[in-house]
C-alpha cells in the first residue's frame, strides 16, 4: 500500500544516528564519581547571572518541538561530520550548560526576526541562545529539506557574549543522497573533506556489520508423509518434540532491575483495610514500594544515592548523571513509576491497593478496550461493599462533561479514546481536566512505547500528580521503548529528550560501551519494579510449564511451492539491494510482501494464493475504484491483507485501529480518516474527494472467500489436529490456539467444524460483549474445550487459566507479544500443567524467525537497535531480511 512520503518543509527529528564523532566530545565520569569540579568557578557564577550578543535576536515564542508523526529514521541516518561554532545571544537568557552536555536545537521558522533561526536550548528546555545569523542561513535549509539531522554538544566555557557548540551532523545512508549532501556541507564550508572521508569509511564499515550475522539454516527437507496418516498419542507426538525453554536468559529488565535477593527483603505495607482480598506478601512489597515512589525525596548532600539519575555534590548542586547538567536549583522529581512485574502476578490488584490507601482524587486507568470491564470487574470483586469506588467508565456512548469527571473516585478509558481526543481541540476532556488527575495509570503500558504516535503523545499531555505504568513487557523490541516511557512519567533532566536518549544510552549500548548499561541500570532500579514468577519468594506455586519445539516437514508439493516462492523472495531482494547500491530508489515493501508469502504459505498454501499484488493488479488502472459488489470484495479482501502485513496507518503510522480502505485504495484508522475528510473533504494521500460512504471495512472475521481453499489439510494443520485430539483425550484439558493471521484462523476454524470440534474464537473484529461470551463458553462450558485467539488481541489483559494447552501455530518477530500470549494461561489461578507447543516448519523461514527472536530476547548484550513490527528502520529491517532468506 502507498506510504505518506515526509513533505519536504517537515522539520526533522533530532534523533539516534550511530557512528562516533571524529572529534570525540569530553567524557561523562562513572556513574559512581563524583562530577568534576572544572565547572565551578567562573561557570558556577555565570550561571545564575543573565549574559549575550548584540548579534543575537530574542526569541519570540516557544521552540518548534519534534514532529511525532514522522517515522523514526535512526538507523537509517549515519554521521557526516561535525562544525565547531558558537551560539550568540547568550545575555539575554538564564539557560545555561556546561562543557560536554548535549543541547537540543531547535528551528524557529516562526521568529519575527529571522526566519532562518536555530535556537539552543539545554535539556530543561531553558533557551541559552541562538546560532549566528550567518551560520543559520545556510543551514537551515538542510534541517527543513529534511537532508540532515543536527545534534549539539558545548564544548567550553560559557561567556558573556556566546558559547562554545559543535554541531554533528547526520544524514542519510543512500550512497547516491550522501554524496549530493557531503558536496554541499562542503561548499558551506561546513564539513571538511577529510572528515568526510574518515565518517564515510566508518559508515561503510558498519553496513558490513550489519550484513555479517547470517544465518546459515539448511534449505528445507522432502517428506515421505502421507496425508490422512492415522491418530497418534500425545506420548508419540512429544517423542518427536525438542523440549525447550525459550525465555532463558531472555529478560532485558531483569539484567536492569534489582535483583532476586534485594527485592525479598523489601519492606511490606500493611493489609488495606478496605480490600476484601488479603495481599501475597510480594504484592504488599509492591504496595509499599508504590506509596514511597509516589512521594519521592531528593538525594542528600554529597552522597552516592542516585535519584532519577540526579545526584547532590557536596556543594550541594544537583548534577544529573546521564546528561551531565548541572545547576544550584533542585530539580522537579516526578510521582509513580514503572510496575512491571511478570504477567500474572496481580498488577491490577496493586493498582487498586493504592488508590485505596493512596489519598484522595480522581484516578484515571487507560487500558486496551479489550480490558476496560476487566478493570471494574476487579475493583467491584477485590474491594469491600461500604469502600466501593464511584466508577465511570468513560468510552463510546458512555460520557460526561469535563467538571463531571472530578465526581468519579476511578475513571477508567481506553488509548483510542485519549488519542480521539488530541484531535478535538477544545473539547478533549480527559486532557483539559481543570484539577489535575491524582493519578494516571497506563495498564499494557507498552503500548506507548512508540514516542512518535498520537497515543503517546497524548498520554503525556494528561496532567497528574501522579503517573504509573503497568506493563509485564517495558521492553518489546529495543531500549528505546523505554524512551517513551519515561518522558510520560515526566523525568527531568534530559533522558526524556531522544537526543538526550540516544546519546546517552542508545548509542553506546550499540557500540559496546559497558557505561550506558550502568545508567540504565541505576534509572530502572529506581523507577522500575519487576517481579517473575519463578522467584523464590514469590511463590505462586504454580503448576510446571513445559514448551516443545514441534518441527514439521513439508509434503513434496507443499516443498515444491515454498521453493518457488523463496526463489521469488531472494530475486526481489537482491534486485532491490543492486538499485539501492546503485543509488536508486527500490520499493523495500516488496521485499517484505515476498516474504510475508513465505511465511504464511508455512501455514497453508492458500494464504498466498492471491496476494495484495494480485488483487490490485486487477484495479491497477482505476485511481478511484467504482464501489460495485465485486469490487467491494476486492477492496476488503485487500484491507484483511494489508492488516496481515503489519504496516500502518498512513496518517498516524501506527498500528491501524478499526482500519478502513477507501475508494482511492489508502489505508488509515477509522478516527485518522474521518478527522482528514471533516477538516479538508479529501483524501491525505491523492487528494481524491471522500465521504465516509467512500469507506469499507474488512470482511467480517469468520466468513470465507468462496476461492479460498479451507478444506485441505497442509503439513500444519495436520500436525496441529493431532495434537489436539491427543491433548482432549485428557479429561478437563482444553486448548487455545493463536495465530497472527486471521484469514490462518478461518481456516482451523473450518477444519475443527469438519472434525467435529466445539470451539469458541476471540479477534480484533468482535465487540467486547462477544469477547466475553467467547471467554465464558471456554471457562463454563464442557463440551467447548478450544479457543481460536488472534495473538495480537490476546497477548494483554485476558484471563484463560481455564485452558492448559497453548499452540502457537506461527511465530511473532517480537517475542514478549508471544510471551504475553501464553502468561494469559500460565498465571495465578492456574491449577494444571501447562504445555506450550511452538509449529516449526523444518528448514524454512520460521526455523530463522526463532534466531531473530534470541536477539530480540538478549536486549542488554545484543542488538538493543533492532525494531519493530510496525516502526522499522530500513537497515535493521534489511538484517533481519538477510538472516530469514539467506
Given at each position: 500500500m502507498p506510504r505518506r512520503k515526509r513533505a519536504a518543509a517537515e522539520a526533522p527529528e533530532f534523533i539516534?544516528?550511530?557512528?562516533?564523532?571524529?572529534?570525540?566530545?569530553?567524557?561523562?565520569?562513572?556513574?559512581?564519581?563524583?562530577?568534576?569540579?572544572?565547572?565551578?568557578?567562573?561557570?558556577?557564577?555565570?550561571?545564575?547571572?543573565?549574559?549575550?550578543?548584540?548579534?543575537?535576536?530574542?526569541?519570540?515564542?516557544?521552540?518548534?518541538?519534534?514532529?511525532?508523526?514522522?517515522e523514526d529514521d535512526t538507523l537509517d541516518r549515519e554521521l557526516y561530520g561535525s562544525f565547531d561554532g558558537k551560539i550568540v545571544g547568550v545575555r539575554y537568557y538564564n539557560g545555561y550548560a556546561s562543557p560536554g552536555e548535549a543541547v537540543l536545537c531547535h528551528r524557529e521558522p516562526n521568529n519575527q526576526y529571522d526566519s532562518n533561526a536555530i535556537r539552543i536550548d539545554n535539556v530543561l528546555h531553558q533557551q541559552i541562545g541562538h546560532l549566528p545569523r550567518k551560520i543559520v542561513e545556510k543551514l537551515a535549509h538542510y534541517i527543513d529539506s529534511g537532508d540532515i539531522t543536527v545534534e549539539g554538544q558545548?564544548?567550553?566555557?560559557?561567556?558573556?557574549?556566546?558559547?562554545?557548540?559543535?554541531?554533528?551532523?547526520?544524514?542519510?545512508?543512500?550512497?547516491?543522497?550522501?554524496?549530493?549532501?557531503?558536496?554541499?556541507?562542503?561548499?558551506?564550508?561546513?564539513?571538511?573533506?577529510?572528515?568526510?572521508?574518515?565518517t564515510r569509511k566508518a559508515a561503510e564499515a558498519r553496513r558490513v556489520v550489519l550484513g555479517l550475522h547470517q544465518s546459515t539454516s539448511t534449505a528445507g527437507f522432502e517428506s515421505d508423509k502421507q496425508p490422512g496418516a492415522p491418530e497418534v498419542s500425545l506420548e508419540e507426538i512429544l517423542k518427536s518434540s525438542d523440549a525447550v525453554e525459550f525465555r532463558k536468559g531472555g529478560d532485558a529488565i531483569k539484567a536492569l532491575a534489582m535483583g532476586e535477593e534485594e527485592l525479598a527483603k523489601m519492606p511490606q505495607a500493611e493489609q488495606p483495610r478496605q480490600l476484601k482480598?488479603?495481599?501475597?506478601?510480594?504484592?504488599?512489597?509492591?504496595?509499599?514500594?508504590?506509596?514511597?515512589?509516589?512521594?519521592?525525596?531528593?538525594?542528600?548532600?554529597?552522597?552516592?544515592?542516585?535519584?532519577?539519575?540526579?545526584?547532590?555534590?557536596?556543594?550541594?548542586?544537583?548534577?544529573?548523571?546521564?546528561?551531565?547538567?548541572?545547576?544550584?536549583?533542585?530539580?522537579?522529581?516526578?510521582?509513580?513509576?514503572?510496575?512491571?512485574?511478570?504477567?500474572?502476578?496481580?498488577?491490577?490488584?496493586?493498582?487498586?491497593s493504592l488508590i485505596l490507601t493512596g489519598g484522595s482524587g480522581s484516578t484515571l486507568i487507560v487500558a486496551p478496550v479489550s480490558v476496560m470491564s476487566n478493570w471494574e470487574q476487579q475493583i467491584r470483586r477485590h474491594v469491600k461493599e461500604d469502600h466501593?469506588?464511584?466508577?465511570?467508565?468513560?468510552?463510546?456512548?458512555?460520557?460526561?462533561?469535563?467538571?463531571?469527571?472530578?465526581?468519579?473516585?476511578?475513571?477508567?478509558?481506553?488509548?483510542?479514546?485519549?488519542a480521539k481526543e488530541l484531535d478535538e481541540g477544545g473539547s478533549k476532556t480527559l486532557l483539559s481536566q481543570k484539577k489535575n488527575w491524582r493519578r494516571v495509570v497506563l495498564d499494557e503500558g507498552h503500548t506507548i512505547r512508540?514516542?512518535?504516535?498520537?497515543?503517546?503523545?497524548?498520554?503525556?499531555?494528561?496532567?497528574?500528580?501522579?503517573?504509573?505504568?503497568?506493563?509485564?513487557?517495558?521492553?518489546?523490541?529495543?531500549?528505546?521503548?523505554?524512551?517513551?516511557?519515561?518522558?510520560?512519567?515526566?523525568?527531568?533532566?534530559?533522558?526524556?529528550?531522544?537526543?538526550?536518549?540516544?546519546?546517552?544510552?542508545?548509542?553506546?549500548l550499540m557500540s559496546g560501551d559497558r557505561s550506558a548499561e550502568v545508567l540504565l541500570q541505576s534509572l530502572m532500579q529506581d523507577i522500575c519494579l519487576r517481579r517473575k514468577k519463578d522467584m523464590k519468594f514469590v511463590d505462586l506455586k504454580l503448576p510446571k510449564k513445559t514448551e516443545y519445539l514441534h518441527r514439521i516437514t513439508f509434503l513434496p508439493?507443499?516443498?515444491?511451492?515454498?521453493?518457488?516462492?523463496?526463489?521469488?523472495?531472494?530475486?526481489?531482494?537482491?534486485?532491490?539491494?543492486?538499485?539501492?547500491?546503485?543509488?536508486?530508489?527500490?520499493?523495500?515493501?516488496?521485499?517484505?510482501?515476498?516474504?510475508?508469502?513465505?511465511?504464511?504459505?508455512?501455514?497453508?498454501?492458500?494464504?498466498?494464493?492471491?496476494?495484495?499484488?494480485?488483487?490490485?493488479?486487477?484495479?491497477?488502472?482505476?485511481?478511484?475504484?467504482?464501489?460495485?459488489?465485486?469490487?467491494?470484495?476486492?477492496?476488503?479482501?485487500?484491507?484483511?491483507?494489508?492488516?496481515?502485513?503489519?504496516?500502518?496507518?498512513?496518517?498516524?503510522?501506527?498500528?491501524?485501529?478499526?482500519?478502513?480502505?477507501?475508494?482511492?485504495?489508502?489505508?488509515?484508522?477509522?478516527?485518522?480518516?474521518?478527522?482528514?475528510?471533516?477538516?479538508?473533504?479529501?483524501?491525505?494521500?491523492?487528494?481524491?474527494?471522500?465521504?465516509?460512504?467512500?469507506?469499507?471495512?474488512?470482511?467480517?472475521?469468520?466468513?470465507?472467500?468462496?476461492?479460498?481453499?479451507?478444506?485441505?489439510?497442509?503439513?500444519?494443520?495436520?500436525?496441529?489436529?493431532?495434537?489436539?485430539?491427543?491433548?482432549?483425550?485428557?479429561?478437563?484439558?482444553?486448548?487455545?490456539?493463536?495465530?497472527?493471521?486471521?484469514?490462518?484462523?478461518?481456516?482451523?476454524?473450518?477444519q475443527l467444524e469438519n472434525a467435529g470440534l466445539k470451539y469458541c474464537r476471540i479477534d480484533g473484529s468482535m465487540s467486547a460483549e462477544k469477547r466475553d461470551r467467547a471467554i465464558d463458553a471456554l471457562d463454563n462450558n464442557s463440551e467447548t474445550c478450544i479457543m481460536l485467539a488472534s495473538l495480537a488481541v490476546?497477548?494483554?489483559?485476558?484471563?484463560?487459566?481455564?485452558?492448559?494447552?497453548?499452540?502457537?501455530?506461527?511465530?511473532?518477530?517480537?517475542?514478549?507479544?508471544?510471551?504475553?500470549?501464553?502468561?494469559?494461561?500460565?498465571?495465578?489461578?492456574?491449577?494444571?500443567?501447562?504445555?506450550i507447543w511452538r509449529l516449526i516448519m523444518e528448514g524454512t523461514v520460521e526455523e530463522r524467525v526463532l534466531d531473530v527472536q534470541q536477539e530480540k530476547r538478549d536486549l542488554v548484550t545484543k542488538a538493543f537497535q533492532e525494531k519493530g513490527t510496525t516502526k522499522k528502520s530500513k537497515d535493521t529491517r534489511m538484517g533481519d531480511v538477510l538472516k530469514l532468506l539467506s
Open positions: 539516534d544516528l550511530t557512528g562516533d564523532a571524529v572529534q570525540p566530545a569530553p567524557k561523562r565520569p562513572a556513574l559512581s564519581s563524583s562530577r568534576p569540579e572544572a565547572s565551578s568557578g567562573a561557570a558556577g557564577r555565570q550561571r545564575s547571572q543573565a549574559i549575550p550578543s548584540s548579534s543575537s535576536y530574542p526569541s519570540t515564542q516557544e521552540p518548534d518541538y519534534l514532529d511525532l508523526t514522522q558545548i564544548i567550553g566555557e560559557k561567556a558573556y557574549y556566546d558559547c562554545p557548540i559543535r554541531l554533528s551532523f547526520y544524514g542519510p545512508s543512500n550512497p547516491e543522497e550522501r554524496t549530493r549532501i557531503e558536496n554541499a556541507l562542503k561548499a558551506d564550508k561546513f564539513v571538511k573533506a577529510t572528515q568526510l572521508k574518515q482480598s488479603t495481599l501475597l506478601p510480594y504484592q504488599l512489597q509492591g504496595l509499599a514500594w508504590m506509596q514511597s515512589k509516589e512521594n519521592p525525596q531528593l538525594p542528600p548532600v554529597g552522597s552516592d544515592t542516585v535519584t532519577q539519575l540526579w545526584r547532590r555534590d557536596s556543594k550541594g548542586r544537583y548534577w544529573n548523571v546521564a546528561s551531565d547538567f548541572i545547576t544550584s536549583k533542585a530539580p522537579t522529581l516526578f510521582s509513580g513509576g514503572i510496575l512491571a512485574d511478570d504477567m500474572g502476578l496481580g498488577k491490577t490488584l496493586q493498582i487498586i466501593q469506588p464511584n466508577i465511570l467508565v468513560y468510552h463510546g456512548a458512555r460520557k460526561v462533561a469535563g467538571q463531571e469527571l472530578s465526581g468519579y473516585d476511578v475513571v477508567i478509558t481506553s488509548y483510542g479514546t485519549l512508540n514516542v512518535k504516535t498520537k497515543v503517546a503523545l497524548a498520554a503525556s499531555e494528561l496532567k497528574a500528580q501522579s503517573r504509573w505504568v503497568l506493563t509485564g513487557t517495558p521492553i518489546i523490541n529495543s531500549v528505546k521503548d523505554l524512551q517513551s516511557l519515561v518522558k510520560f512519567l515526566h523525568i527531568t533532566g534530559g533522558i526524556e529528550q531522544p537526543e538526550i536518549f540516544n546519546n546517552a544510552i542508545t548509542r553506546k508439493e507443499e516443498k515444491s511451492k515454498y521453493d518457488a516462492l523463496l526463489s521469488e523472495a531472494k530475486g526481489v531482494l537482491e534486485e532491490y539491494q543492486a538499485r539501492s547500491q546503485s543509488g536508486q530508489k527500490g520499493r523495500f515493501q516488496n521485499v517484505l510482501e515476498r516474504l510475508l508469502r513465505l511465511r504464511q504459505s508455512c501455514n497453508h498454501w492458500t494464504l498466498c494464493k492471491a496476494r495484495i499484488d494480485d488483487l490490485m493488479q486487477l484495479l491497477k488502472d482505476q485511481d478511484v475504484v467504482p464501489l460495485t459488489e465485486k469490487n467491494r470484495a476486492l477492496l476488503q479482501e485487500a484491507l484483511r491483507l494489508y492488516i496481515d502485513s503489519q504496516e500502518d496507518c498512513a496518517i498516524c503510522y501506527d498500528t491501524p485501529t478499526n482500519p478502513i480502505i477507501t475508494n482511492c485504495q489508502h489505508v488509515f484508522c477509522r478516527h485518522c480518516i474521518t478527522r482528514a475528510v471533516e477538516l479538508q473533504g479529501k483524501c491525505p494521500m491523492c487528494r481524491n474527494q471522500l465521504t465516509e460512504d467512500n469507506f469499507l471495512e474488512p470482511a467480517p472475521e469468520g466468513t470465507f472467500d468462496a476461492n479460498f481453499d479451507t478444506d485441505t489439510q497442509s503439513s500444519k494443520t495436520e500436525a496441529m489436529l493431532q495434537i489436539v485430539r491427543a491433548t482432549l483425550k485428557n479429561e478437563g484439558s482444553k486448548i487455545v490456539i493463536f495465530s497472527q493471521w486471521t484469514s490462518f484462523l478461518n481456516i482451523v476454524q473450518k490476546c497477548s494483554v489483559g485476558l484471563n484463560l487459566v481455564s485452558a492448559d494447552t497453548v499452540i502457537l501455530s506461527d511465530s511473532w518477530w517480537a517475542p514478549a507479544i508471544e510471551d504475553q500470549a501464553v502468561d494469559r494461561v500460565h498465571r495465578l489461578g492456574q491449577t494444571r500443567e501447562t504445555k
